[in-house]
């Protein structure tokens, strides 16, 4: 039995459970979560399966509801080794550029953990930290900063607690760790190679003089490019450095006039802080032409699906057809409107 061969009695019921529930809007979308459950009692899943699923999507909504507060506040993610002491220039780098962050409004997400997230939610503080913590029974709880705070919550599993560590972040700073932090790491980089998240800052920042992420970058130059398991150029998105002043910088300067992007059929739409000229659009295309499916890159008025969901009607915005396999350097395109002269200062 598929969703759409629910018997209609079984629909009306759900729809009586909302009804009384009080679930006004997404119906169809929380009806479908309902109808899900059904079928995999339906289906005789297994009793571990089922508590699989219940137990994610119970975690997802306790993350949902931490971060619900501050959804017009940016965030970004600080990953680190929960290994690194207080002493270790590592923390000192991870607090200060968190602090630093806080700084200029921004919200710091963390693991939760001792190292360097507690560093980095040290920098921010309290207010602005906000902790999604994993539960081992051979690690140490939440850090003092956030622990027992109602800016922390707990994840049973590492992909919702992964899931949650991203979704809503707007830059991500990776400092050295082992194979939590590197799994971070490339989870982030495959996200945006392929298209399944959208364009963010990837910073990886080292102590001063340290060598740690020049080692892996040495290891894609001379070993991942060349044998075609990666395009050349792949991990010109992130960048590699021990400065805070330029993590900041790349945080912060991604936004500086991009603003968010919507697909609309074939249609990309990249909304923006302000309005490009003619001779920019042309010069855009001019160097970004390999990357279209056909056409120019153009300005355009809200599409109509987005006035139907008032989706950042009051930006200006260019719409192109992107040739779905370039859809990995849509980086490249966001740093030149970045960069663009009628780009805001700031």
Known sequence: MTEETLPAALSAEINKVLDDAGVRSDRRLVMRML???????????????????????????????????????????????????????????????????????????????????????EGAGPALSLGVSIRLPFEEKANTIIEGSEHVVAMKYFFTRKLMLMKESLGFICLPGGFGTLDEMFELLTLQQTGKAEPTPIVLLDRKGGTFWNGLKRFIDEDLAPTGVISEGDFDRVVVTDSIEDAIAEITGFWRNYDSLRWVGDALVLRLRAEPTDAELDDLTDRFGHMLADGRIRRSEPLAPEITDGDRLDLPRVVLHLDHRRVGELFRLIGALNALASAPEN
């Open 35 to 121: 109808r899900t459950a059904i079928l995999l009692g339906e289906d005789g899943a297994d009793r571990l399966d089922l508590k699989i699923a219940s137990a994610a999507l119970a975690e997802m909504r306790d993350a949902f509801r931490l971060f619900a507060p501050y959804e017009g506040v940016p965030k970004v993610t600080v990953f680190g080794s929960a290994r690194t002491r207080q002493d270790d220039p590592l923390y000192l780098q991870a607090r200060d550029v968190a602090a630093a962050l806080a700084t200029e409004g921004w919200m710091v997400v963390t693991g939760a953990g001792p190292g360097i997230m507690q560093a980095a939610a």
